[in-house]
Structure formats: C-alpha cells, structure tokens
C-alpha cells in the first residue's frame, strides 16, 4: 500500500513532558516526543477481509488527493505525497484506496492530559495485505479520482 494517508504530524508538538517524558524527548526534544496518542473521529471496528470494491458512483469524492487544487497536488505541509507521487499511482497501477470512511486522528493526546488538534490529513487506517480498511471493518474502496485517471491513461 502506498503510504499516503499516513498521519504526517505537520504541528509543532509542545513540551508536555518537561523535556524527558520519554526518550526520544528526552534525546531529540519534543518534536520526537512518542508519548502522544491519536484520538479518532469514528470507532474502529474489527475486520473483515474482503476484496476493496470501486466506489459507487465511479467519481471523484469532493475532497479527492486528485482533484487539481488539492493540499497534496499542492504540496502542502503534513501531506504525504505529492504531484509527482499521484501520477507515478496512476501510470505504475499501483491501487490508491478513498479516504471516505477511514479512521482520521482528530486530537493528539500526551499522557500528562496536554491535546492538540492532529492535522486534518491525519488518517490512519489499519492495513491488512497492502489494503486499508474502514472503521466499519471493510476494505477501503479504490478511489474515483484514481480510476478516472487510469481508465483515461489507457484510452490514451
């Protein structure tokens, strides 16, 4: 699976620990701090393989990595991906999976009861055999704005 949903925490983590919460804090300082905790916006519920299935209708959703003026076409800060990455998704036929449905880390959370607004590309699904899944447990589907541009590449 590629990487691209991965949270990319692009905030600036505060020293909740007073410097030595743990060791990478205590080494790096708080940017490395590995106390903090994802908080998600749904319930991640238990598994069940299954075959990602494409995504109904076959469309781009309104906040698609796809679409021309998205943060990661963009190259915006706590993105993971680029331009660049997306066309290589595209041509290589690499599966790049929707983020509707998936987990997305809401609020970091340290043990000293410090939180802090996680960045809003923050999702975080488990993956199973290169496939993401969806709190509700099922795969992930293929994304619209993927398969509209595969199926234009190979008309081309």
């Known amino acids: 699976m590629t990487d691209i949903c991965r949270p990319q ?3 600036d983590l505060p020293d909740a620990g007073r410097g030595t919460c743990c060791m990478g804090a205590a080494v790096y300082g708080p940017d490395r701090c590995t106390c903090w905790e994802p908080v998600y916006d ?5 598994l069940r393989p299954g075959l990602p299935l ?3 209708p076959l469309a781009m959703c309104g906040d698609c990595a796809y679409r021309p003026k998205s943060p990661e076409r963009q190259g915006e800060a706590g993105y993971a991906g680029d331009e660049d990455l997306l066309e290589d998704l595209v041509t290589s036929g690499t599966p790049f999976y929707c983020h509707a ?3 997305r880390a809401v609020t970091l959370r340290h043990p000293a009861g410090v939180e802090i607004a996680a960045h809003p590309g923050a999702y975080d699904p488990p993956v199973l055999d290169s496939v993401p899944y969806k709190a509700d447990g099922t795969p992930a589907t293929l994304c619209g704005g993927w398969l509209l541009l595969r199926a234009k590449a190979a008309t081309s």
């Open 9 to 11: 925490h692009a905030v």
């Open 42 to 46: 749904l319930d991640q519920q238990p």
């Open 54 to 56: 494409p995504p109904d």
């Open 101 to 103: 449905g998936v987990r």
